[in-house]
């Protein structure tokens, strides 16, 4: 049994005083069959951090997020969110951590502002707080005017943006990203990061995966993964000069280092 188990400290309280961990995986594994989709990873997200998942597709990315959101469960190794163990706590996870999947996966057939209702009733609040917060909500991801839009009929960008609303209506303590801003034009792009600055400013620790190397430039700290491994972890300027000798380098150089080293 994983020394996580053993795990009984109260939670969020407690926890919010005395540890500056986020996420702390240990050895994290995750197999379909005989394919071993998330390969032994290890690693530590720190609290407001700002951390970007970086990898070719197929990489492991989804699967190793949808594991820390108690989505999956880990076919051996564990991971504490919020101080507490994927693999024993999926449930309470699921009430600090915000997550934003890579597909969307919102009710097509309810209006942006029955969404959010939606997402309201699963946490518990009452009329009062999701009436503060839809105006909130609708105002942050710029949904003004699309209140009464069905979800299915909005543009894939204007999809990311509810799905985003959605993932933070509750002010969860961490906040995973699945490639939020696919299909999002450059300009909403921007105020997607604005905003993840902001919460990670605020205190929330957000979790971004991305295939733009500008965005995964932005992160404080990134993750390389390929074929199930992390192969590179670190500041963005750090892995420059580790991979590619200079700071001048782009992360694109970065990335295609990582891979020929690993292979
Ligand atoms: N439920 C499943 N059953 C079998 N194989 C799966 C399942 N989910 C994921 N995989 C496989 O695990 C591997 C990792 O998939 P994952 O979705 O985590 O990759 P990713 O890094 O998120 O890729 P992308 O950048 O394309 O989103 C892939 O080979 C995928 O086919
Ligand atoms: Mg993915």
């Known amino acids: 049994m994983s020394s996580y188990h053993l795990w009984t400290g109260p939670i969020l309280a407690n926890y919010n005083r005395m540890n500056r961990w986020s996420i702390d995986v240990k050895n994290l594994t995750k197999a379909f069959g005989s394919f071993i989709a998330v390969d032994n990873i290890s690693f530590k997200v ?13 990489a492991g990315k989804s699967t190793t997020i949808r594991m820390l959101c108690g989505i999956l469960k880990p076919t051996s190794g564990d991971a ?9 706590r999926s449930e309470d996870i699921k009430k600090v951590i915000g997550y934003m999947s890579q597909k969307f996966t919102l009710y097509t057939d309810l209006t942006v502002e029955e969404n959010i209702r939606f997402y309201s009733g699963i946490h518990r609040l009452d009329h009062t707080e999701t009436e503060k917060r839809m105006e909130r909500i609708i105002r942050i991801a710029g949904l003004e005017g699309k209140e009464h839009s069905l979800a299915g009929e909005l543009s894939g960008g204007w999809k990311q943006r509810l799905s985003l609303g959605c993932a933070i209506l509750h002010d969860p303590d961490i906040l995973f990203l699945d490639e939020p801003t696919a299909s999002v034009d450059p300009a909403a792009r921007r105020d997607f990061w604005d905003l993840i600055y902001l919460l990670s400013e605020q205190g929330t620790t957000v979790f971004v995966t991305s295939h733009y190397m500008d965005e995964v430039e932005r992160t404080h700290r ?21 991979f590619c000798s200079t700071s001048s380098a782009s992360l694109e150089d970065v990335f295609i280092e990582a891979i020929e080293r690993e292979k």
């Open 222 to 242: 990134l993750a390389i993964m390929y074929s199930g491994k992390i192969i590179a972890l670190g500041r963005p300027g750090k892995l420059k000069e580790e």
């Open 46 to 58: 720190h609290k407001g951090e700002i951390f970007g998942f970086l990898g070719p597709n197929g």
């Open 80 to 88: 504490l969110v919020a101080g507490l163990p994927v693999s024993v």
